[in-house]
Each structure stands twice: as C-alpha cells, then as structure tokens.
C-alpha cells in the first residue's frame, strides 16, 4: 500500500500539468495508478464484508479517468490532480449510494453517501427524510456520526424545494441537492497500515446512511 509513491507523483504533476512531462513519466503514472487500484481493490475486499452489494466488484470499474474533460472548462490543464474512486454496488456509474476515496497531497478522504442524484432518486430521498425523519436524524445527529464527517455536505436550493415549505423543521436537509460526507485525513495519516483500518472504520460508519439513502431510492 504505497500511498505515499502516490502522492508523490501528484505533487509532481500538480507542478507538471503538461502533456510533455506526462508522457515522460508515463510509468510512474502507471505504478501509481496500479498501487492505488490495489488499495482501492482492498478496501472494496474488506467492506464487502458487511455490506455485500460489493462483492464481486473490480477496483478497475471504480477508479475514475485522470484525463481531465476540457471542452467547456477556461482550465485547459490536461490531468486531475488527484486519484479517486467510487465503490459502489454496479460500478462508479451506478445510482446506488457507495463509499469513495480520494488521494490528493493536501486533501485526502474518505467518503460516502450520494453525488448529484438523478431528479427521480433526488426526491425520492426527499420524501424518505419527510416521512422517516426520525430514522434519518438518528443518523445524521448522532454525535460519534457528525464528529467523523460533520455536516452532510452537497449542493443546496436557495429555496424550499416543491412540495416543502420553508418551516419545514428539516428544511437543511430537504434543500440538498447531494447527500454526501467526508473524513479528511492529513497526508502523514494516508499511509500504512493504519491508513487502511482507518478507512475500513470510516466506511462502517457510513454504512447505515448508505443503508439509508438506498431503501428511499429502491
């Protein structure tokens, strides 16, 4: 579990964000690429442990694409800066709610929950927060809960969303347009073995919520 060769090389391409440097160190980019479809590989391993809708699944299906898409960005940098992966039951693609992992010097996690929702499953998770609230804030206030990932983070409505009001005693949550949470770690903790029991401890945590979220979109 070589994080810290990973970490390395972004450092070095967040200096060299060119095409000509890439190329270059084209085979550094692929021991980091594979040690971290290993680690990625591992953790999908362990957590198929107590949540088996990832057993089976490829880190290879996870991990996403380093190449960035520039057509409608002004940053024409060619690469992400970072490495990261979504675990979900299907693959990276899947609605589903799952866990993630990202490597980047300075901004390491773990996360999990649900990214930019399609409409459809949006409000289905809507309804599940207004008709279970209390399930739901049994999970999202627990205080072992908001100490590892703090508020659940995502895009959010100005507004009240159809169907709710604006005195909605949960009314936060109902604006979120994502229902996603985070553990940051520091660099020196994103590697060896600790690195790993952490993540596997992060993971159980979310999986609940994930439990969650998935039934409201079922």
């Known amino acids: ?22 190329e270059a160190n084209k085979m550094r980019f692929i021991e ?19 949540d088996p809708g990832l057993t089976g699944l490829q880190a290879k299906k996870c991990v996403f694409r380093i190449y960035r898409d520039v057509r409608f960005s002004k940053d024409k940098s060619p690469y992400k800066l970072n490495f990261g992966a979504s675990m979900t039951e299907g693959g990276r693609k ?14 390491c996690f773990f996360g999990g929950g649900l990214y930019h929702p399609e409409a459809e499953n949006l409000k289905k998770v809507r309804q599940e927060i207004d008709y279970n609230s209390e399930s739901f804030l049994k999970l999202a206030e627990d205080k072992k809960f908001k100490s590892a990932f703090g508020e659940i983070w995502g895009e959010k409505l100005k507004r009240a969303p159809k169907d709710y009001t604006e005195d909605h005693p949960l009314i936060d949550y109902l604006k979120l347009k994502d229902f996603v949470v985070l553990h940051k770690i520091e660099d020196k903790d994103a ?16 999986k609940p919520y994930n439990d969650f979220l998935k039934a409201a979109i079922s």
Do not use: C
């Open 94 to 107: 899947s609605a589903n709610p799952g866990y993630y992992i990202h490597l980047k010097p300075g901004d």
């Open 32 to 50: 980091a690429k594979t040690a971290f479809e290993e680690i990625v590989q591992g953790y999908i391993d362990e957590v198929s442990r107590f």
């Open 191 to 206: 590697v060896g073995k600790e690195y790993f029991k952490k993540g596997v401890e992060v993971y159980k945590m979310i």
């Open 1 to 22: 579990m070589d994080t810290k060769m990973i970490l390395k090389f972004l450092s070095d391409l967040a200096k060299n964000n060119n095409r000509d440097w890439f």
